[in-house]
């Protein structure tokens, strides 16, 4: 591209002044306005009259309406709710993959409950309740890792906490999963509590991951509780009449279930306690 | 995107998507831009607007500058044009303010008469409701109904201005 000849008459400094103070009549006016449109110098030369507070407050307009223009129908919804614009940024990047997850699990659930009511037995529910909470807690340390986050880098400079985040996003995983579940609940009334009977597993699951994550590498950590997990509870129904699934794994037992919510608890606090080493560890180890 | 930057090069990293080209444009042109706005319009609210409007409209589609004549010449377009979408929603809006006569300094009409010759004088002449429509179509591009949108009178006036405008023009020089 070859470079605009610049022209060899320039508007001046007085006349630029009286242009843009409106005080030029209206052929001076015209001169300078036909001139500006090719003469980038002169252009340059009107930018130290202008009122910066003013410019400034017009690129934070169109920045923040570029902005908008650039989020998620989910981010813009929140926006709608009142819910603040970092915090929408934060919850709502990412929820594509969280809305797989929901999806995944409601569909796994569907299933289990079409296959059981066909011969009576409890082979899908059971495999339905041991494989729902692995996937909250793979979704969960993978957010904290930060490797499949765009958001990433941000959430790292941030003043907001790791911590901080991964409580926000959890909180729009489970709030739409309880419903999914009483909803199931209320449908399916023969069911009784037994769709319910995952959260708490996977509450212990996922705290408890974190709370060790912050001593060891959450990667290992991840793998090593989901893996113990499966193995318990193949463990614990073998042998067991394919209709007496769910009864057999003490997990899902009232006393079992007290247990987790107790493990969980102490993994809250700890994790809790532990934040500071936590965020570090984020940051150290997985990146 | 550094200052050697040249318009189209802004204009090629905003269609990536790049931010900061926006940025960069912004520098270069909301000067001149609002100063433009501002003589075409008194209400600073109005012209704010207007501009930030133009700039999320280059945002949205930075292709449509085709490659001819001056990326100044056609973010003026735009703007011009968002101008007179902003004063169409406001109905009672005042209309532009009219230009003071100011001393000229005889250094300065000396150099704007380099530039335009006797067309300066010429236009002097006409009153200042002809200046604007000349100023509307010639100067700003402005088809006869943008003219009649942004001058706040109907699109006959404009024609039947303009065409007294141009006679007078055409003695003036003659």
């Known amino acids: 591209m070859t470079p605009t000849p610049i022209p060899a008459w320039h508007a001046g400094p007085e006349l630029l002044a009286d242009y843009v103070a409106g005080t030029a009549n209206r052929t001076r006016a015209a ?6 449109l090719r003469c980038a110098e002169c252009r340059a030369a009107v930018a130290p009259l202008t009122d910066t507070e003013r410019l400034e407050g ?10 908008l223009e650039r989020i998620s129908p989910v981010e813009r919804f929140m926006h709608r709710l009142g819910v603040p614009h970092h915090v929408a940024r934060v919850v709502a990047v990412g929820s594509a993959e969280r809305v797989s997850w929901l999806t ?4 796994a659930f569907l299933v289990a409950l079409v296959f059981d009511s066909f011969d009576g037995s409890e082979t899908s529910m059971f495999a339905f309740l041991v494989a729902a909470p692995i996937l909250p807690l793979a979704g969960v340390t993978s957010s904290i890792s930060f490797r499949s986050d765009p958001l990433g880098e941000l959430v790292t400079a941030a003043p907001t906490t790791a911590m901080k985040v991964f409580l926000m996003r959890a909180l729009t995983v489970l709030a739409p999963t309880l419903v999914v579940v009483a909803a199931a609940s209320v449908l399916v009334p023969r069911l009784g509590l037994q769709p319910v ?36 509870a193949s463990i614990a129904t073998r042998g067991a009449p394919r209709t007496d699934l769910v009864d057999r794994f003490a997990a899902f037992e009232p006393a079992g279930q007290l247990v987790l919510l107790l493990v969980s608890l102490i993994a809250i606090v700890v994790v809790a306690q532990r934040r500071d080493t936590f965020d570090f560890l984020d940051l150290g180890r997985t990146a | 995107m550094g200052d050697a930057a040249t318009d189209e090069d802004l204009l090629a990293a905003i269609a990536q998507g790049n931010r900061q080209s926006l940025d960069a444009l912004y520098r270069r042109h909301a000067p001149w831009l609002t100063a433009r706005l501002a003589h075409r319009c008194n ?5 704010d607007l207007a501009l930030q409007d133009t700039f999320v409209a280059i945002w949205r589609k930075p292709r449509s500058y085709g490659g001819r004549g001056e990326v100044a010449a056609w973010m003026w ?13 406001r109905p009672a809006h ?72 141009r006679v007078q023009l055409r003695e003036a020089l003659a």
């Open chain 1, 104 to 107: 995944g699990i409601a569909v």
């Open chain 1, 31 to 36: 001169s300078v306005e036909t001139h500006l």
């Open chain 1, 58 to 67: 017009n690129l934070a307009a169109i920045t923040d309406r570029v902005d």
């Open chain 2, 94 to 165: 005042t209309p532009v303010a009219s230009a003071e006569v100011v001393v000229v300094s005889a250094e300065e009409e000396v150099l704007v008469g380099l530039q335009h010759g006797g067309l300066i004088s010429a236009l002097d002449s006409l009153s200042p409701e002809l200046v604007a429509v000349v100023q509307a179509t010639v100067l700003d591009g402005l088809s006869t109904r943008e003219a009649a949108r942004l001058l706040q009178i109907p699109a006959g006036t404009v024609k039947s201005r303009m065409s007294r405008a």
């Open chain 1, 197 to 232: 009977l995952w959260l708490l597993p996977s509450l212990c699951l996922t705290s408890t991951a974190l709370a060790l994550g912050s001593v060891f590498p959450l990667r290992i950590v991840t793998w090593a509780l989901g893996t113990g997990w499966v193995v318990a």
């Open chain 2, 77 to 89: 377009g735009i703007a011009v044009r968002r101008l007179i979408d902003q004063l169409r929603r």
């Open chain 2, 43 to 47: 209400d600073p609210e109005v012209v």
